[in-house]
């Protein structure tokens, strides 16, 4: 089952600079999108969100994009900094199951490097 | 800032034992959930929650697992018969509303090892 998929297992950024994660799904029913947080030894940690009906949302250093012609995802973290660094999950959810499951990626450890 | 709280953080265990994790959810929260993650895999869905009884459940959820809300506080994830592929780090989510725009909160998690 690999209805969400983060490819790149890891990725390592200079202080500072941005840092991009990238999330592709392949269920058409997904209709809302997460970005988790996540510290060794600790649960995931909610960063921030975006409907389908929208195609970016912004909070503070945190900008999730979506484009679901080509169903992807991206989460840009500008300016990055070492606390930044952990894994960072992509979960989607389907609105018309009724249930609020989210499905998860694999995950993508962030590294930022001072 | 409330949060979700789960007890105990580590629980070892022998194979064929039943154990219990416990999860305090956030106060006014209506939705629970349970979710694992096998060290190295993905995060997985197992059990979603409401009104007093389940509205979802994955394949992994087999009848080897139960949760229970015994009290207006505590929400439990009992697995009779624990088998070694158990070990995991389990993890309890709530939500204050169904809609699916809404967000979940995650618990810190328990580490089962099931020896």
């Known amino acids: 089952d690999q209805q969400v998929k983060q490819n790149s297992p890891s990725l390592s950024v200079q202080e500072g600079r941005i840092s991009i994660l990238n999330c592709d799904y392949t269920?058409?029913?997904?209709?809302?999108f997460l970005w988790y947080k996540k510290y060794p030894a600790e649960g995931p940690t909610f960063l921030i969100s975006?409907?389908?009906?929208?195609d970016k949302n912004e909070d503070g250093r945190f900008t999730v994009f979506l484009n679901k012609s080509a169903k992807h995802l991206s989460l840009h973290i500008v300016p990055s900094q070492p606390g930044d660094s952990a894994v960072y999950f992509c979960?989607?959810?389907?609105?018309?199951?009724?249930?609020?499951?989210?499905?998860f990626g694999q995950g993508t450890t962030l590294q930022v490097k001072p | 800032e409330p949060e979700v709280t789960q007890t105990p953080s580590h629980q070892v265990t022998q194979m064929g034992q039943e154990v219990i994790l416990r999860c305090v959810p956030i106060?006014?929260?209506?939705?629970f959930y349970w979710y694992r993650q096998i060290l190295g895999q993905k995060v997985e869905f197992l059990v979603s929650?409401?009104?007093?009884?389940?509205?979802?459940k994955s394949e992994i959820f087999d009848d080897q697992f139960s949760v229970e809300r015994p009290d207006g506080s505590n929400f439990t994830l009992k697995i009779r018969s624990t088998k070694l592929e158990d070990s995991a780090m389990y993890f309890c989510?709530?939500?204050?509303?169904?809609?699916?725009?809404?967000?979940?909160?995650f618990g810190p998690g328990t580490r089962l090892t099931v020896l």
């Open positions: 979960a989607a959810s389907d609105g018309s199951s009724n249930t609020g499951k989210l499905i």
């Open positions: 269920n058409s029913m997904f209709d809302y």
């Open positions: 975006i409907s389908s009906i929208k």
């Open positions: 106060s006014n929260h209506l939705y």
């Open positions: 929650f409401y009104n007093n009884e389940i509205s979802e």
């Open positions: 989510a709530s939500q204050l509303a169904g809609a699916f725009s809404d967000t979940q909160y």
